[in-house]
């Protein structure tokens, strides 16, 4: 076992402790490789492949947020090969999930040209708001489904496991067991969730509400528990001039 | 649309872990919590109530104008009003000028024995020195307490006896160095849900083994190796049993027995009578799991026992912490990274009010009121004639409570803490309240205390000023003032100077002790010059991450870990003891015993949480009950019960779960609807006095709907 490896990235010369990753290795060079899954403080999966780079020899484009480096190893970051592959992943996303609220993708997609009307025929992925808790609420019609949530929720930080993908190709999603709301699961509502997310999928509550033009003061009349004194209220108010209906 | 987004990084005011907040605002509304990953105590991570819980800031119940009583109050006759009609709103000067004019007329009747206050382990550093400062200056008297007494105080007291020190010996995250960690007397998942992520980790990522001692199955148990499901208050037996073992199969550290500490023999011929057999007897705990703990702990590289509050709160709390101590010195598990004795403190700043002197017996820096060296050394920082300060040892908390009355205390002053909440045998606790001649109460919200107060001060929450908060590892970090006072709410530090300043033109005393300060970072310096600890703590220092005390000048980086070379009080102690029982045992009429604890959505009292959403996802008090008494009992799940105790009665939902074991009953004592503590006793250890929350015995029958005091707050959860 060698104390560092040798390499080149983008024809420069890198010389990096073993077992680094290439996005790692290319990062201390300041070569900088674009990523949408990856996280520094979660584990990586190389599920959004926008972080692909051409290895010489190697017969696929590699994953650089988990391919290691190797001795005397000879890396491309920005071919064209990898743009347009980076290109198609970006225009793919962007035709089937509301990235609206991503500007780091967005960023992307004006570095790299690319064209959101590029498949026209392609279905967008929607999904009604989820707003089944006090806390946060969950937009997987935004949900680019790169499992951070998934991870912080199970060992990157909380061991809860409260939520994991759900459904299979086109119709995966991320979800609770039998779709509970998620009071009724094992979340704790740790948060670390809405903390990880790249796109304003999960968002907490609150900000929700004033996003929407609710004012300070509205939203804090808006607890669940006030709302339900509010009905309780109402029905009893209602009751008498109705003949009690019920 | 578009939010701003403006950022301001402070320091959480929930529990003792001291997580890093930034908070993010439009305008002066906080709509999202996040933390840097790379933040020192956290690590980016979250529990619910620091990231989603501090919308109390906003409820519209606040209290941000002064208030004075419509009805004048009478010893006696003091009733509660939560309702802001029978209040009258005031201004600042005619409040304060009130509170100094009333607190004058009975110190001048009485003396400084009538004269006591309830600081507060939510607020600053800052504000508890001004505030301990202001009664032992001013008024010359050292009833000055705060809730520590009701957590810790045993803990401390046991620390103190056997190595001179009062805090967690080593840093939270150095769990990560355990191969073995025994977790007893704490939920941490739910309490110090941060460290518990860490402990996890340790335990799934690193291997470490960990054994939880407790009577209840807490969620650290599934990743534990041994649970030891001991009855209540047998903690003494079971660790004593350990050290048998230990001691028996020569498991201990010789070495370490030899260098660093004393009294060894007396104590290991006090473990003779602790077999493993013994300890079964008494605490129900199978033999074998007592010696294969003790085999795992004494056989560790690196062992830390973490504890929280079902050690210290029993009426033999500091023998069980005794117990914990003995085990560590005995096995050498103390002074090194990643070992230790690590009481985890339940407020956001508890360890350092206590720093601070919020206590009776001790001024800032844990420098006893009874040793005339410290009187003299105060007399002079605080500009007061010798022989001024008072050299008694004042009263705690539950004796203040109890000395309530003629020839005891007649005026209290509460900043920030819940006693009618928090105290046991609530009912006692209100029928003293009831004595009061004058009662001060500075918070946000009108509680169950305030409420019964001649004056309410409305003070600003941790996000409305500045100051310091020091955590649960020693670590004093900055609390920042994210949003403008809400109203005319003034910060705890400048409403004590103010009042300080009207009290001082009363005395008519020639110097003053001084009350100019400019800002909180001032009041850090004067601590500096009187607390040798805190000497190295600067505003400029902590401004990117805190330091952990002691920090003895302004070059020395602080102290992760404590004892490395020696104790504070030279030797460790090993202290030989024996058997401890609860005060109230079960019996024919109380069959069962009651524990009372907190749930992860809420804090203590529920001044804050039960003022914020995070009250929708609990809304209710629950009683945990194993299925086996749940079936004896004839009581569902979710159907309402009749809990009593030979000091009261409360009524709310069963909770039929194993979480709790056969013959034990949990309840939450966040909820007013059904208080615990109405049901627990004021009997207290005698040496902390610190009350036995951990066990009362009572009796538990079925009750109907319309006996709970709000049978639709319901919420169903799935990980309770």
Redesign the interface.
Known sequence: MTDSINLTIDGNPVHVAPGMTILKAAASAGIEIPTICYH??CTANALCRLCVVEVEGARTLVPSCVAKVSEGMQVSTHTERVKRARRTILEMLATTVDLSEAPDIQAYMREYGAQDERFPEAEQRFSPVLDD????IRDYSKCVLCWRCVQVCA?D???TH?INFTGRGFETQIGTFFD?PL??????????C??VCPTNALK????WL????HS??E???L???ER?RRM?REAAAEQPATGGKS | ???NDRVVSTTCPFCGVGCTLQL?M??D?I?????P?DSVVN??????KG??GY?FV???KRVTTPLIRRTPQKPGQRSQAFDLSEWREATWDEALDYIADRQMEIYRRDGAHAMAVFCCAKATNEDNYLIEKLFRSLFRTNHVDHCTRLCHAASVVALQMAVGSSAMSNTAAEVALNDVFIVTGSNTSENH?IIA?QM?AAI??NGAKLIVVDPRRVEMVNYATLWLPEKPGSDVSVFSAMAHVILKEKLYNQAFIDERTENFAAFAASMEKFTPEYAESVSGVDRNLIVEAARLYGNAKNAAIYWSLGIPEHTHGTANALALINLALLTGNIGRPGTGLNPLRGQNNVQGASDMGAMPWHYPGYQRVDNEDNARKFEQAWNIEPGGLNRQLGLTTTEIVSSIGPGGVQALYIMGENPMMSEPDLNHTRHKFEQLEFLVAQDIFINESGAFADVFLPATSWAEKDGTFTNTDRRVQRVRQAIQPRGQARPDWKILCDLAKRLEARLGRPNSAYWDYQHPSDIMREIGSVVPEYRGITYPRIEREGIQVPSWDEDHPGTPYLFAGTFPRGRGKFHPLDDAHMAEMPDEDYPLILTTGRV??HWHGGTLTRHS?????F?EALMEINPADAARLNVAEGSPVRVTSRRGSIVLRARVTQKTTPGVVFIPFHFHEAAANLLTQDVIDPQAKIPEYKASAVRVAPASESELVNP??R?????Y
Not at chain 1, 183 to 192: H, I, K, M, R, S
Not at chain 1, 204 to 207: I, T
Not at chain 2, 43 to 48: I, K, S, T, Y
């Open positions: 520094d403080y808790n006090p806390m946060y060992e930080a909380q061991y409260a509970k009071p009724e699961t094992t979340c704790v509502f740790c948060g670390q809405v903390a907490p509550k609150r900000q004033l996003e929407q033009g300070p003061d939203i804090m009349s607890t669940r528990t339900r309780r | 649309m578009t939010l993010h439009q305008d509304f709509y999202r919590v996040t933390s990953h690590h980016g991570n979250l529990c619910v990231r989603f919308d906003y409820n519209q849900p992520l996890k799934q990522k992860l959505e959403w995070l009250d929708d996802l809304p639709e707050a919420q169903v959860r799935g990980r």
